[in-house]
Nanobody, 123 residues
């Protein structure tokens, strides 16, 4: 059983930056592809970014491409989401998820989820 804990959320002004972290325990981290999703109030959970087991492949939603960067440190069992040029529409709860199959955008295929961290971008 893999446990995921997100951190790094908060309140930031539009144009600012945040870096989210997600630390895993209870499994072999390098066996899992990792993803970030977000859910805004009244909206469905949506894909943000994903990274393959070794970090060699990365995937982004069009809405964040060029502004967000996903990375991982397998020695630290941690995946990161660097978020730059934040916009009010980026406001959401951000979740990390682990998957052994590289599900990328398909949330239902991820095996484990964190509890989420709130990101609020003020205009």
């Amino acid at each position: 059983q893999v446990q995921l804990v997100e951190s790094g959320g908060g309140l930031v002004q539009a144009g600012g930056s945040l870096r989210l972290s997600c630390t895993a325990s209870g499994g072999t981290f390098s066996l899992y592809a990792m993803g970030w999703f977000r859910q805004a109030p009244g909206k469905e959970r949506e894909f943000v970014a994903a990274i393959s087991w070794s970090g060699g492949s990365r995937y982004y939603a069009n809405s964040v491409k060029g502004r967000f960067t996903i990375s991982r440190d397998n020695a630290k069992n941690t995946v990161y989401l660097q978020m730059n040029s934040l916009k009010p529409e980026d406001t959401a709860v951000y979740y990390c998820a682990a998957d052994r199959r590289l599900a990328i955008t398909t949330a239902t295929m991820y095996d484990y989820w964190g509890q989420g961290t709130q990101v609020t971008v003020s205009s």
